[in-house]
């Protein structure tokens, strides 16, 4: 038998999803790990350091990802397969770098549900203080987990409207906030270059910096090539969505950005830089869109937990199935539903013991960790793969943009707080450890799927 022949046997037999996403669904689940309202999280200090120049920052932020999302777009039609960042660097580069790849995202995964779990019991413990914070964080874990259980399909529609309900809130937001400046001063305040350009405020590295923080908001585009196998056209489809989530998630947040600095241009007199957009929201519509905007943001840690739990288990049951977790656990479906219900609960689980014992800052500090070296894995993924592999001597395409996304994380990386950098080669050193007795000294390859 053949190679390839037997690689299709063990393809065949192999555990797979049902293909139920249009490009409608990914791109959806794709802003809703992001999340509409994702400015309510870092605007008071965000804005703060960049001289309330915001959508400025978020403006470079968007243009920076769209680098990384092309790439996860061209790793994703060369590998229509679950997995994301492990199995493009492992199929295009090396499969022992494609372990530390996965090994270093699959940190950012579990963190993704985690510190939305926190935030999410925070903000309802404040809206509902008669309900402890652990509890909330039971209710929202309890929700996510069994949605994701259910189904992608579920989890999908769920989204759809969790997203639409969170779409409606920012509409409510900046019209209210339209409002406000035309009161004051009339339709000609709505235009203005302030929020993009203060020539008395700006400072190139304030607003480099800004961007870099604003640049976490879009965590999440690359989820969804962790769907590729339930995507009903992923060659073509995934590429689409992750470029469409990045552009449509970025303008959501430039416009929100803008009308905030419009109504409140004192960056520096919040009552607390940490809700910022509250003081906003309280002098745009009172008490009533204070409410509401609380409310979506409890809503948004729904939709980043179910898509964050979601891709953190498939990432999961593509290691296992490569054997490079134990497969009999990972690669579990569930008998009905077709989802990999342990690893949805190991998930659950670790999601809830960090909520009660970790601290959001700390949880915050290593998110960036797990995203941006991915994000510079998938870039070299493409230069390796197209480039040099296939022999594909398109300059631009399979050179420069890849290499452009790289160097920006790369950037990006290294000014990475000295703990954050720590803990996260700490993890990267369990990871070796961990490969290094799985492999029996890197000497056996993890199977490979597909032909490269």
Known sequence: MSHGQSNANQDSAAPHFKRVLTLKDLVIYGIAFMTPIAPAYIYGFAAQSTGGMLPLAYLIAMVAMMFSAYSYGRMAAAFPVSGSTYTYTQRAIHPHLGFFAGWAMFMDYVLVPLIVFMVGASYAN???????????????AGVITVVNILG??????????????????VVIFVIFCMKAIMGEGGTSALVSITPFFNSEKFVMTAIISGAAMACF????FDSITTLSEESVNP??????????????????????AYVAQLVWPDVNNFSSADTALFDIANVAGGAVLVTLY??????????????????????M????RDEVLPKKFFTHLHPKYKTPIYNILLMGSISIAGALFLSIDFVAELMSFGGLTGFMFVNLSVIVYYYFRKKEKKFVRYLVIPGLGFLICFYLFINLSPLTLKVGFIWLAIGAVYALITTKGFKKLPPSLIDS
């Open 217 to 220: 908001s879009f965590l999440g």
């Open 235 to 256: 060659k073509n489809d995934i590429w689409k969505a992750a470029i469409l989530s990045c552009l449509i998630g970025g303008i959501i947040f430039i416009v929100q």
């Open 126 to 140: 404040a809206l509902i203080p008669s309900i402890p914070y652990w509890v909330w964080v039971f209710i929202i």
């Open 294 to 315: 609380t409310v979506a943001i409890i809503v948004s840690t729904f939709t980043a937990g179910l898509t964050g739990q979601a891709s953190a288990s498939r990432l």
């Open 152 to 169: 992608i399909a579920v989890a999908a529609k769920t989204n759809q409207i969790l997203v639409l309900f969170m779409g409606i809130v």
């Open 317 to 320: 049951f593509s290691m296992g």
